[in-house]
């Protein structure tokens, strides 16, 4: 694919059961109003990064997905939300952890990376220093949606009858990252998410971990979604950036490698996007959906939800 490239996931752990016709139709529009807003970026010039930060700013804004508005509750019914970008050109990168004010997790990332000299930070010294930018914050029921609420009254219900699904994606779904080539075959990457329902006190998933949930480098970008868990101790995106860079792995087999057969072998499930610096992109998972989607030159955004949609310009056959 020539650049410039976007590519963009809304989570893996989409189950048919789990959302209405309804929910699909909204999700698979703001996918494409994500690719859209990226997109205008990459055309109008500007670096990958922008393009990251504004396909993902539209994501967080967008109840349907488990970032920003629409996030997961911990198990004290609070949003807790995590992110991170990384700019493949420079190797520069920024992370926020456990933050329940700012209304955009990617954009105080993103200051993190520009305007400090540190990579992460986490709660309330991240809010302080969101503050000092001028980021916008938000009282922390702007995050709150009933569905995600009910969620969490279903897994506490389910934790306390001592049938917990802990080993299943019904705990998670709707992180959202994108990937982006820019005009200059620049790579960028970024994630953000509320992690996964019910989550323990000062629980971290991979997210805003870099080489965990977001890697880039000058060949190869990844933001990862599942359980984090299982990716964090795979150092996953690195690993698949790793094998394309030290093992000469094209980009598809290193992706599969890591989410189709590393992850589900020790024992997680999710899925995951990668970018190339020659334009190929792949977007493996190993759950029954993953809401996905990228966007080319030609400005026409594609989207897909399930494993068997089809998706036009993946690497990877429909299973
Ligand atoms: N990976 C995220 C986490 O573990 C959850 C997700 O991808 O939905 O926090």
Redesign the pocket.
């Known amino acids: 694919m020539d650049a410039p490239v976007l590519v963009i996931h809304g989570?893996?752990?989409v189950e048919r059961a789990g959302i209405t016709p309804k929910e699909e139709a909204d999700a698979r529009a703001s996918l494409e109003a994500a690719l859209r807003a990226g997109h205008a970026q990459l055309k109008a010039g500007k670096p990958a990064m922008d393009a990251v930060a504004a396909a993902i700013t539209v994501l967080e804004d967008a109840p349907q997905f488990?970032a920003g508005r629409g996030a997961v509750f911990t198990h004290d019914g609070k949003n807790e939300l995590?992110a991170s970008l990384m700019d493949g050109a420079t190797g520069k990168a920024g992370a926020v952890a456990g933050v329940r004010r700012v209304k955009n997790p990617i954009l105080l990332a993103r200051a993190v990376m520009e305007k400090s000299r540190h990579v992460m930070m986490v709660g309330d010294g991240a809010e302080a220093f969101a503050r000092e930018q001028r980021i916008t914050l938000v009282d922390p029921s702007y995050f709150r949606t009933e569905k995600r609420w009910q969620q969490l009254q279903k897994a506490l219900k389910e934790e306390a009858s001592g049938q917990a699904r802990l080993d299943r994606a019904l705990n998670?779904?709707?992180?959202v990252g994108a990937l982006a080539l820019d005009a200059q075959g620049h790579l960028a990457a970024g994630t953000s998410?509320g992690?996964?329902t019910n989550k323990r006190y000062g629980r971290v998933?991979?997210?805003p971990i870099i080489g965990a949930?977001t890697y880039a480098d000058a060949r190869c970008a990844v933001s990862?979604?599942?359980?984090?868990?299982f990716?964090i101790r795979a150092a996953a995106a690195h690993e698949i950036c790793a094998r394309v860079k030290h093992a000469g792995q094209s980009i598809t087999r290193a992706a599969r490698g890591v989410i189709n057969d590393d992850i589900p072998k020790a024992g997680g499930d999710?899925g995951a996007i990668a970018l190339a610096s020659d334009g190929t992109f792949v977007l493996p998972f190993n759950t029954e959906g993953m809401y996905r989607g990228w966007i080319g030159a030609d400005g026409v955004p594609h989207v897909a939800v399930y494993a068997t949609d089809a998706l036009k310009g993946d690497a990877l056959p429909a299973r």
Not at 172 to 175: D, E, K, L, R
């Open positions: 989570g893996a752990g488990n995590d998670y779904f709707g992180t998410t992690g996964m998933g991979d997210a949930g990862g979604t599942g359980w984090g868990e990716y999710g």
